[in-house]
């Protein structure tokens, strides 16, 4: 493994252990011996550089860890040297603050999060969209409201990275009230575009929406999470990937929706309004 990597992985679950261990910098690098300039400069990723072996083995028995999954090397967090199955399937059911999906949210808080969505961004949708969809889908229109807020807050986090990729026709569909959206009635689905486009400015720049053309390239719904594992969304349950191997090539099909992305971040609150303002004639553009 390239040491730039090496470097890339241990900072991610450096962090990883900072969050979930609840301690600020201070008393986290006491519990490791070093001193809290160390950890900044370990965090900040500023050099290459991997700590001294006594501060990895510091880290990795202080919080129970091995050292293979401190270094990247291995998912398997645990000491036994037990290995983890490669991908897991998980029921996406529950109040969302309760559910796995939020665990590994907040597990990547600091590492960039790769999102492509099935349909209109849970964070993105207003009461009455969330009142519609969960009518038609037959799910908990509290556990959609419960996701959509969580997201919400995620994203006004400072240190958040999100990127969201999606085919642009999705919300050129929504606009004219084709397919599961015909009975939206088209003033909700304007305010629908209109809500959009204010969050999407007020969110820029930590969390990123880009639009790809979907007849030239196409996607199944899926969020990678940094570099620790990626949750395939298939309908009420997600097939989780833990190997690093495919977080990698999943990584990278991301990146190449991204540089295939028609309106970019930039562009996206834009591209809405205009959604939001076209004039709709029986059910057309």
């Given at each position: 493994?390239?040491?730039?990597?090496?470097?890339?992985?241990?900072?991610?679950?450096?962090?990883?252990?900072?969050?979930?261990?609840?301690a600020n910098q201070s008393a986290f690098a006491a519990t490791v011996g070093i001193d809290r300039s160390a950890l900044s400069q370990l965090l900040a990723g500023t050099s290459t550089r991997l700590?001294?072996?006594?501060?990895?083995?510091?880290?990795?028995?202080?919080?129970?860890?091995?050292?293979?999954?401190?270094?990247?090397?291995?998912?398997?967090?645990?000491?036994?040297?037990?290995?983890?199955?490669?991908?897991?399937?998980?029921?996406?059911?529950?109040?969302?603050?309760?559910?796995?999906?939020a665990k590994w949210h907040a597990e990547a808080a600091g590492t960039k999060i790769r999102y492509v969505p099935a349909g209109i961004p849970d964070l993105l949708r207003t009461d009455a969209l969330?009142?519609?969809?969960?009518?038609?889908?037959?799910?908990?229109?509290?556990?959609?409201?419960?996701?959509?807020?969580?997201?919400?807050?995620?994203?006004?986090?400072?240190?958040?990275?999100?990127?969201?990729?999606?085919?642009?026709?999705?919300?050129?569909?929504?606009?004219?009230?084709?397919?599961?959206?015909?009975?939206?009635?088209?003033?909700?689905?304007?305010?629908?575009?209109?809500?959009?486009?204010?969050?999407?400015?007020?969110?820029?720049?930590?969390?990123?929406?880009?639009?790809?053309?979907?007849?030239?390239?196409?996607?199944?719904?899926?969020?990678?999470?940094?570099?620790?594992?990626?949750?395939?969304?298939?309908?009420?349950?997600?097939?989780?990937?833990?190997?690093?191997?495919?977080?990698?090539?999943?990584?990278?099909?991301?990146?190449?929706?991204?540089?295939?992305?028609?309106?970019?971040?930039?562009?996206?609150?834009?591209?809405?309004?205009?959604?939001?303002?076209?004039?709709?004639?029986?059910?057309?553009?």
């Amino acid at each position: 493994m390239d040491k730039r990597d090496l470097s890339v992985l241990f900072r991610e679950r450096l962090k990883v252990l900072l969050i979930r261990s609840g301690a600020n910098q201070s008393a986290f690098a006491a519990t490791v011996g070093i001193d809290r300039s160390a950890l900044s400069q370990l965090l900040a990723g500023t050099s290459t550089r991997l700590p001294r072996a006594e501060t990895l083995l510091n880290i990795a028995a202080e919080h129970k860890v091995s050292l293979d999954w401190l270094l990247g090397l291995s998912q398997d967090e645990g000491l036994t040297g037990e290995i983890r199955a490669s991908f897991e399937i998980e029921e996406g059911l529950g109040g969302y603050d309760r559910t796995l999906l939020a665990k590994w949210h907040a597990e990547a808080a600091g590492t960039k999060i790769r999102y492509v969505p099935a349909g209109i961004p849970d964070l993105l949708r207003t009461d009455a969209l969330i009142d519609y969809e969960s009518d038609i889908s037959n799910r908990s229109r509290e556990a959609q409201a419960g996701e959509t807020q969580y997201r919400i807050d995620y994203n006004r986090r400072p240190e958040t990275d999100m990127e969201v990729c999606m085919p642009r026709h999705t919300l050129e569909i929504f606009a004219r009230g084709l397919g599961v959206w015909s009975g939206f009635p088209e003033e909700a689905r304007r305010e629908q575009l209109s809500h959009m486009a204010r969050l999407l400015d007020d969110l820029y720049p930590t969390f990123r929406l880009f639009l790809y053309d979907g007849r030239l390239r196409y996607s199944v719904p899926y969020t990678i999470f940094g570099s620790l594992r990626a949750a395939i969304y298939v309908g009420d349950m997600y097939l989780v990937l833990n190997a690093t191997q495919p977080v990698r090539t999943l990584t990278r099909h991301f990146d190449h929706l991204i540089r295939a992305a028609e309106i970019n971040a930039h562009e996206a609150a834009g591209f809405a309004r205009e959604l939001a303002g076209v004039s709709f004639d029986g059910g057309g553009i």
